[in-house]
């Protein structure tokens, strides 16, 4: 509703942004008013103009933007129908459906020396058990009147003696009865080896903490008798001319067991050889629009594989996860699956990682490798490889030099070259000789 306001004059009710009274005459604004009135409404009209026009501006844009995409996405359909369509002819050369191979072997010279590790840290505990039931010291009162052995294996007529079933041990209550406690981690020393052995002997992994546990049991044990021994001696004082104590095999059997099995867990390292392989990958798929140039597997500390892929994706959206198999070529031509539906995820544009546990395989001799693409996922959506591989014209030094050399194209998977009418780029795709940039890559044609 239009402002109105009084006519201080006639009194009649006039409207507010005027300059006179219609009826009688009377100013009733300045012009100063009305101007700067009549500005705001022209300066709030053109910025509702300014702000509809960008707005429009933008949502052309945006329009251009999909339609290009579109355009980009009906381009890459028609070059998969048309690759289909030359597989389907048996027109593309080298091609070959994507054969299985037997699994990778493993390094039996890491499996002997982790055998020899174990099977000497296992002959150490034992020594350990035996050592338990072996006297560990003779204590005589009187030289040669009465006497005792301590070990596990008289640990129960040591607790009959003390209870009063033996007189002699009665009267010598005092300093025999820690010998009780000593026992007692004895059979600790026993539990802890023969778990030990047994995990060996079952093949387990990751025993080194076990095996410290076991060792240093032992030692705990016969520290504790070294020092008791020095404490019966200064508490006797001059009853001590009557006691002897002597240590006995038991004893040294529990100290080098000990020390072996330590030293063997701390110092005896299984040979791990550093993996560091960068692979030329010489096979491609011929209807997607991925090319894989390198596999590069490297060694982790916690005893992990990584294995990386370098690729190109020719595609008008960015890959998420790869999902393949991989071979690898030895230099006398056999091939090993080395894995199966592996999921790489993407960690870069071109580049995605894979891990696995290293089970020692024998990389000796590889050469190269084939990686036969099974699906690749977009943000919205999945492609599925056509099952087929082209392998490349390049040896392994040629593609290898070529893809290093300066000035060498973007993607090199074989030679570029003419087939009848039709020319194959060096990323693979094959095109009508009319054209003169590949409709994959964008390369111009060269021949």
């Known amino acids: 509703m239009e402002d109105v306001k009084i006519c201080p004059n006639c009194g009649r009710r006039i409207s507010a942004q005027g300059i006179f009274c219609p009826f009688c005459g009377e100013e009733i604004n300045e012009k100063t008013v009305v101007e700067k009135v009549v500005v705001e409404k022209t300066a709030a009209a053109k910025r509702q103009h300014t ?6 501006i933008s949502e052309h844009l945006e329009l251009k933007k999909k339609v290009q995409k579109l355009k980009k996405k009906k381009e890459i359909l028609e070059l998969k129908i048309n690759n289909y369509d030359k597989l389907s002819r048996n027109e593309i050369p080298d091609c070959r459906p994507n054969e299985d191979a037997p699994d990778m072997d493993f390094e039996n010279k890491q499996k002997e020396a982790f055998d020899v590790k174990w099977t000497a840290a296992a002959v150490a505990a034992f020594i350990e058990c035996i050592s338990v039931f072996i006297p560990w010291v003779s204590i005589y ?4 009147i009465q006497g005792m052995s301590i070990s596990c294996s008289g640990f129960f007529g040591l607790i009959y003696g003390l209870l009063g079933g033996n007189e002699w041990i009665e009267y010598q209550k005092d300093w025999l009865t820690p010998f009780v406690v000593i026992d007692l981690f004895g059979f600790i020393v026993l539990g802890l080896n023969a778990h030990f052995i047994w995990k060996v002997l079952k093949k387990e992994k990751d025993l080194e903490k076990l095996g410290f546990c076991a060792g240093g049991s032992g030692l705990f044990v016969v520290i504790l008798l070294f020092l008791y021994k020095l404490f019966i001696r200064a508490d006797a004082g001059d009853d001590y001319e009557w006691i002897a104590i002597h240590t006995q095999i038991g004893f040294w059997l529990m100290l080098i067991g000990g020390i072996v099995l330590l030293c063997i867990m701390q110092f005896y390292e299984v040979e791990n050889k550093t993996v560091n392989l960068k692979l030329e990958v010489l096979n491609y798929d011929p209807v ?3 090319r894989i140039r390198n596999l590069i597997v490297t060694r982790e500390d916690d005893k992990r594989l990584k294995l990386e892929l370098l690729y190109d994706e020719l595609e008008w959206t960015f890959i998420q996860e790869l999902t393949v198999d991989i071979q690898l070529v030895k230099k006398n031509g056999s091939v090993r699956t080395f894995v199966r539906n592996a999921v790489f995820l993407q ?3 071109g580049t995605a990682v894979f891990q696995i546990p290293d089970e020692g395989y024998d990389f000796e001799n590889i050469e190269s490798a084939r990686v036969n693409i099974l ?3 977009l943000p919205k959506q999945q492609e599925i490889g056509c099952g087929y591989s082209v392998y ?4 392994v030094e040629d593609i290898r030099r070529v893809r290093s050399s300066y000035g060498a194209p973007r993607i090199v998977m074989c030679k570029e070259k003419n087939i009848g009418s039709e020319h194959q780029c060096s990323c693979g795709q094959i095109y009508s000789n009319k054209l003169n940039i590949c409709p994959l890559c964008g390369k111009t044609r060269q021949g």
């Open 51 to 56: 702000k509809e026009m960008q707005q429009k």
């Open 141 to 144: 009162y009187g030289r040669i």
């Open 288 to 290: 997607l629009p991925v």
């Open 347 to 349: 960690q870069w544009e």
């Open 375 to 377: 699906s690749y996922n």
């Open 392 to 395: 490349s014209d390049y040896s």
